[in-house]
């Protein structure tokens, strides 16, 4: 047996707080000129039974000081966060050290150990879990896919969601399957999604509708949401995300419902890791060569009206510009989660499109995510690689609806369990050899 391969190459940074002061150092210093340092947390703080803040770790003193703060002490107040945070982060070289401790050849269980090594470091512990877990399917129409850039209608969307409830879908069996509490919420369906009356039941609920609007504008011919739109997609997610915090879940994912999401999770690709459209682009659902080369120009046409709204850092812009309400819900989602402290596990490309608008927001997001798998869309490739995450499966899906982060559940079970509950090499000294 060889030893010491696919071994963990990477170490814990001091992660996104970093960050975020490095940010207002570098324009004061770098560009002449001063912006207000606004508060690290999107929204209000969320402060654990430690007495800090779940999103971004401040003190209860510290949040109530930052308002009348001036930015020097606004950067002290950072520095001391920082300094806690580094303190207590369990080392790259503890984890690694325990992983190879276990009754085995080092690395000789291969990406499962990368994994346990991922849900160790997220976690921040040597007691990983890997339940209970969530999946939240964000549900939206776009306006685009009356270009044809689909092989669906529109009304598609509102049906599968109808299936979604009844937990029919294939993200529904599948996640019963492998033990995953699963939601679907309306961010904003075409037409309203046919929902029995008993998947809205309290005891029972699947479904929750928050529609923005019925679907998105017509992102080829201009903007596809106003920025109050934004912040209402924005909402959703953030909603959901607290959600599962006070409800105690430790594993997040998030999938979606959208035809014609593809076209606007290519734009989105395309202008936040600076491949060129066409390498962005694929069939999503099976659309034909025709619909394909319709696809492209749009794609490119819109890449490029958006392009000022990138030179200027504006991504709220951007979004509005050619995103979707469900990519939006899931880019405030990933924010939420990460800053509460949730590992999150990564679906396919529409997924992965709304992880990098959340990294642009909040930068350091993607360090609480595990990529659970390469999807067929060609995008997929560059848009991991900018977030610097490698997937665990590559089985070659494009369905979407979270399917491919339920999969990788059953293998956070594994990881957890070879983690917390497997001998030590010490304890095979403990052991009576048997002599024949």
Known sequence: MKSGQNRVPWAVDTGAMMQFRLLFVSLDFSFGFRMPIPSPCIGVCAVAADGTCEGCLRTLDEIGLWSTASDIEKLRILDAT??????????????????????????????????????????????PVSNPRRLVIFAADHGVAAQRVTAWPSGV???????????????????????????VVDVGCLYPPAVQPEHTNPSHLTFWS??????????????????????AAWRVGTVQADAAVDERFAIVAAGEMGIGNTTSASCLASLLTGTSPGNAIGRGAGVNDEGLAIKRAIVTRATQRAMHWVEKEDWKGVACEVGGFEIVAMSAFFVRASQRGLVI??????????????????????????????????????????LQLAPFLDWKLRLGEGTGAILLMPMLDAAAAMVTQMATLSDLTNETPVMP
């Not at 928050?210 to 912040?231: E, I, W």
Request: glycine residues 8%.
């Open 82 to 127: 920082i300094a806690r945070t580094t303190a207590s982060k369990l080392p790259a070289e503890a984890i690694i050290a325990h992983l190879d401790s276990l009754c085995k050849p080092p690395g000789s269980l291969g990406d499962l150990e990368r994994l346990a090594f991922d849900l160790c470091r997220i976690q921040n512990t040597l007691s």
């Open 157 to 183: 969307t509102s049906m599968v969601v109808g299936v979604m409830a009844k937990r029919r879908s294939a993200s529904g069996v599948m996640a019963h399957a492998c033990g995953v509490d699963y939601r």
């Open 210 to 231: 928050h529609p923005v609007a019925a679907g998105t504008q017509d992102l080829s011919l201009g903007p596809a949401m106003s920025r109050t739109q934004f912040q």
């Open 345 to 386: 596990v990564l679906d396919g490309f529409i997924a992965t499109a709304a992880a990098l608008l959340a990294e642009r927001f909040y930068p350091g997001t993607a360090r609480s995510m595990i990529a659970s798998h390469l999807s067929s869309e060609p995008g997929h490739v560059k848009a991991l690689e900018t």
